[in-house]
């Protein structure tokens, strides 16, 4: 536990270690128990709800990130990536968990990142319980970073999604992305390098530079999908990640249901355009990497379609209708339904 | 989620995969939901209890288990580190996720800390819920590995300890450790490489080599402490992790408790004098930096302390009646009571 334990070198300085308890106290609501010792982090959950809890990495957008100074933001995504895998299955975030390792610590990193994850805590309602920096010298190499983080949340009983309702018929509505989120920067990153261009050159058909399209914070879908999950009207989601659309689908579908993907449903936005172009990536390489646009899958009734899309639309989403469910083998095709 | 998604490198080996999944729920019991989709695990909690967490890496004690081939049961340590974290405050271990790192996954190393994590899991009670394994060629060097993980627990409101129940004239109770758990391996392994001696090498003073002394499994105490603490004897535990003996008991002492360590009264393990004589490492670095011999500490009323260290003792651990608690200002001294 970092950040109470003053044992640490990166706490060094007052200053430093200030900045961060402050960072982390910010997340705290009335349930964290202040707690002497602090070897572990404790809370008060909803009595009688099912825990749910996943563990991620930021991965290769942190090398991007830390070489264009926006170490904070990418720290923030790995807590908007945990919450949105929990709220597929209908949980909420209760309490977040960080790693920070460096083969040297360097204190001002360490406080970007846990300045970023405080700020993404606060804004999914994730307490950050706890975490540790490690100092590996023949682990990490010189100057690089790496962060990983638990998130924990809770569904009650009898709410949890796990697709199980999805039938033939139903919609799938797909939700706009930021950009990669997460996802796909060890091919992003070959592509960068290989076209020799700057992080700072102007993006085509877009108003912005590459580097803040490629740096573009992951969504939370949390705002819009938890007053919808409250509802009932949602038969699955599927969040973007490792894996792509199809990927991400195709884990929560039920036997004898297959998607349909309908490719020309939404434009694909101009960063995956970019992408694919310079680095000559094939369309179905894309569509495994990528989310292309689309960051949350929601599959529901086709009666539900309109008024769930109309509910999602008002909360500031942007809503496609990108295919249907078909029946058939188990699985997900890119086809005009 | 690495486990139920079939996406990732490593799991390209269909035989890695199946003893990975193999591995994974063994230590499942009833409580953990089969989940479809598996963005995060989600599992049942008693109601009405606290939630504890705490997260973890191995540190450098990873490099010297990869040298040795031991890598699975240094990845056991981190679920033995961080289930006695939850110890200290009385919450019993529930659910463990792992992050496992390298700059090319090998699908070998990955399973043998998964089926270590595993071992240890079923060993404290906890199901491993989930977990993620990341490949970065530009974060980490080649051929190194990176472990982390998560413990989530629980504890009934009401039977927390964090110290405030510690009175002047309490005493304290070391519980045997095992080596060097998982701490200050970075300077044990400065010792090694300058002594030039190998891991094969005997160890002298003991029966066994010192490879196998520097590579002994973390112990867990909740087979001996979780039925005390049951008794409500225990008013304060400390894990002696980084810091050593007087750095974790200083963080669990209240205002107006000081602690008083007498150093004679257990005999330091060979391997702690093997490592001070051959690293000449001054006698406050020692106790700063390694447990000595000591892997948990009990405090408790001095009424209460011949029939706790008696019970413990029933329960297999080697109890030293190492201190007392005297009025005075906060801290921790190196001194006979």
Known sequence: MRYRDAGVDV?????????????????????????????????????????????????????????????????????????????????????????VAQARLEPEAVLAVVEGLSRACVEVGAALLGGETAEMPDTYRPGAIDVAGCMIGWVEDGRVIDGSAVRPGDRVLGLGSAGLHTNGYTLAR???????????????????????????????????????????????????TGGGIAGNLARVLPAGCRARIDPGAWEVPPLFRWLAAAGEIPVD???????????????????????????????????????????GERGVEWSRP
């Open 11 to 99: 706490e060094r300085s007052d200053a430093i270690k200030g900045a961060l308890q402050r960072a982390v106290e910010r997340t705290w609501g009335p349930g964290v128990l202040p707690l002497r010792g602090g070897f572990a982090g404790l809370m008060r959950g909803p009595g009688g709800a099912l825990l749910a809890a996943t563990l991620d990495g930021v991965g290769s957008k942190l090398d991007l990130a830390r070489q264009a100074g926006a170490l904070a933001a990418a720290a923030g995504d790995l807590v908007y990536h945990g919450a949105n895998d929990l709220l597929v299955h209908g949980a909420r975030p209760l309490a977040f968990l960080d790693y």
């Open 285 to 327: 390489d894309q569509r495994a990497t990528f989310n292309l646009g689309i960051g949350m899958v929601v599959v529901c009734a086709a009666r539900d379609a309109g008024a769930l899309a109309g509910a999602l639309r008002q909360r500031g989403e942007q809503v496609f209708e990108i295919g249907d469910i078909a029946a």
């Open 190 to 240: 070959r592509v960068l390098d290989r076209s020799g261009i700057g992080l700072d050159a102007p993006l085509p058909g877009a108003g912005t530079r590459l580097g803040a399209a490629l740096l573009a914070p992951h969504r939370w879908y949390g705002p819009a999908l938890l007053p919808a999950l409250e509802q009932g009207a949602i038969h699955a989601l599927a969040h973007v």
